[in-house]
């Protein structure tokens, strides 16, 4: 148990148009979901924390109004990378909490060309 | 601040080897978790384990086993006879409760190469 997906796996987009992408935890519910970013060969950095029915919380120098989260329902969280830049191309990653333990999700490649 | 160390950037052993990935970490908390995760080429982390702070017994799972020892605030990860398939990024993780969620500070990762 304890499966998360996300959608879609890899975009690419035209620098200006905005992107989102959806994480599910598919067999269990969850409260927290998480949202990461990850350079080449460098660790996971977090971006923000989503709760349902609230408000995220970001990271120290995420742009919220960049990086658009909504976490509407017990199993779906969605980030949104509002207009975006070639430097946001990056890989994404979710994760979904089951207790006291993170489960992530496959991750999204963008590429903003 | 929480921190973890994997001071080992990059290791490459021959199938067969037992290989010993290091994970130091600091924290202030008295209660808390540290996990390993796996992320293959395909980039999805799988979970491996997770340890709670008050449990210091050794785990052993098939060829894995962890060896946490709180003196010396170490979470060490052992593969016993590794496999081609064993080549992947590990990351240790430490987790710190921040009331409605457990935020993970993940160490910069081990790459290990197994190969022929």
């Known amino acids: 148990g304890a499966v998360v997906s996300q959608h879609p796996s890899r975009v690419i987009c035209k620098s200006g148009t905005s992107v989102k992408i959806e994480c599910r935890s598919l067999d269990f519910q969850a409260t927290t979901m998480f949202w990461y970013r990850q350079f080449p060969k460098k660790s996971l950095m977090l971006m923000a924390t989503?709760?349902?029915?609230?408000?995220?919380?970001?990271e120290q120098g995420v742009e919220k109004d960049k990086f658009l989260i909504n976490h509407a329902s017990l199993t779906l969280s969605t980030l949104t990378v509002t207009s975006a830049h070639p430097e946001d191309s990056s890989f994404y990653i979710c994760s979904g909490q089951r207790q006291e333990t993170q489960y992530f999700g496959p991750g999204t490649r963008l590429l903003v060309l | 601040a929480q921190k973890v160390t994997q001071a080992q950037t990059e290791i490459s052993v021959v199938e067969k080897e037992d290989v010993t990935l290091d994970c130091v970490y600091e924290t202030r908390d008295t209660t808390y978790y540290l996990f390993w995760y796996k992320q293959p080429p395909s980039g999805e982390l799988v979970f491996l384990i997770r340890r709670n702070s008050f449990d210091e017994q050794n785990e052993i799972s098939g060829r894995y086993s962890w060896n946490f020892q709180k003196s010396t605030s170490s979470f060490n990860f052992t593969i016993t006879a590794s496999q081609v398939v064993d080549s992947a990024v590990y990351f240790c993780a430490l987790s710190e409760y921040t009331g409605t969620a457990s935020k993970l500070t993940f160490g910069t990762g081990t790459r290990l190469q197994v190969t022929l």
């Open positions: 989503s709760n349902e029915g609230s408000k995220a919380t970001y």
